[in-house]
């Protein structure tokens, strides 16, 4: 009998697709980030626009918290990364010529609004999490576009921009937009997704997954449900709220479409395009979302189109994403 069993599980090992290690793809996605700036401008990109993949690509990271770890839906976390967006703007022009402290108080607002929210909705489900949702951002948004004289209404707060950054006896000057801002970023985003893995990979992410799979089961484990559903919303609206900030910082400039339901619905995209339930899933979403629109837009005003055909495609063919098919054939 068990002889049976081995050679069945030899069998099906056989036929499985040998997974890549982890370290081996870590350092892969490393790799590609450090050296953006210098094959980029071969394919005929620019630095800028990576720039964009990577703060998008933690906005979306910081939503799959919630939408792919706990598996609840929220359609308004643009509310969130539009709070870092003009927080960062306010400070700057406002408060003080300070880009850590814009970035940490744009994240701060950001965060703190998502968690005394988190409070009102933890007990919805389903479509209801996801309207208040949508109802709260909403709220931002049109706050922001009649606030001409603070926010600068629909045509959005300009007048400030990212200053350089003192580091002891050294001063890091990311004025220029250029290859020096761009590793900027990368740090920042690094030390974003080291957090975050970190957080997936603890208890607390493991009882979030508890909570997907079954959350009847998990209440039965004594799981507290509400609490981990609010903990995961607060935590993704702090990391959305980062993206937020630096989303500013790379535009100097803040506009409430940055609050709007639509910009929420790219980020599920972008979750749901890479792969939901991994990691770096959301990433791969992200670039191929923010490409195809630069792209796709330089030929036609109807970018959309292409790009929700594209989604449609992925859905169809990839329905666990681009990334979530790979490991789907590593446990085949």
């Known amino acids: 009998m068990s002889s049976e069993a081995g050679t069945n599980a030899a069998v099906v090992g056989a036929g499985r697709t040998p997974a890549v290690p982890r370290w081996v793809m870590l350092i892969a996605v490393w790799a590609i980030l450090i050296a953006v700036p210098y094959w980029l401008p071969l394919l005929g990109g620019y630095t800028a626009l990576a720039g964009r993949v990577?703060?998008?690509?933690?906005?979306?990271?910081?939503?799959?918290?919630?939408?792919?770890?706990?598996?609840?839906?929220?359609?308004?976390?643009?509310?969130?990364?539009?709070?870092?967006?003009?927080?960062?703007?306010?400070?700057?022009?406002?408060?003080?010529?300070s880009t850590p402290l814009a970035m940490l108080l744009g994240t701060l607002l950001g965060g703190l609004a998502g968690t005394l929210f988190g409070l009102l909705i933890v007990r919805r489900r389903g479509v209801y999490f996801a309207m208040c949702t949508i109802a709260f951002g909403q709220l931002w948004y049109y706050l922001a576009y009649s606030w001409n004289d603070f926010t600068g209404g629909f045509d959005g707060l300009r007048d400030f921009h990212r200053e350089p950054i003192g580091l002891g006896g050294l001063t890091l000057d990311i004025t220029d937009g250029g290859n020096r801002f761009y590793f900027f970023l990368l740090a920042v985003f690094a030390l974003a997704v080291g957090l975050l893995g970190l957080l997936v990979r603890s208890p607390f992410g493991h009882t979030l997954r508890a909570i997907r799979e079954n959350e009847r089961r998990a209440r039965f484990l004594a799981i507290p449900v509400e609490r981990q559903i609010?903990?995961?919303?607060?935590?993704?609206?702090?990391?959305?709220?980062?993206?937020?900030t630096l989303y500013a910082l790379l535009n100097n400039f803040a506009d409430p479409l940055a609050l709007h339901y639509s910009l929420s619905g790219y980020f599920v995209v972008m979750c749901v395009m890479g792969g939901m339930r991994t990691f770096w899933g959301p990433l791969v979403g992200a670039t191929v979302f923010v490409v195809l629109q630069d792209y796709i837009s330089s030929m036609t005003v109807n970018w959309m189109s292409f790009v929700g055909a594209i989604f449609v495609l992925v859905v169809l063919f990839f329905p666990r994403g681009l990334l979530g098919m790979r490991g789907r054939r590593g446990s085949a």
Do not use: P
């Open 54 to 97: 990577l703060v998008f690509g933690l906005a979306a990271m910081g939503l799959n918290l919630l939408l792919g770890f706990t598996g609840v839906l929220s359609f308004g976390h643009a509310a969130y990364f539009g709070l870092g967006a003009y927080g960062a703007g306010l400070t700057l022009r406002y408060l003080a010529h």
């Open 230 to 244: 609010w903990l995961s919303f607060s935590i993704s609206c702090f990391f959305t709220a980062l993206a937020g």
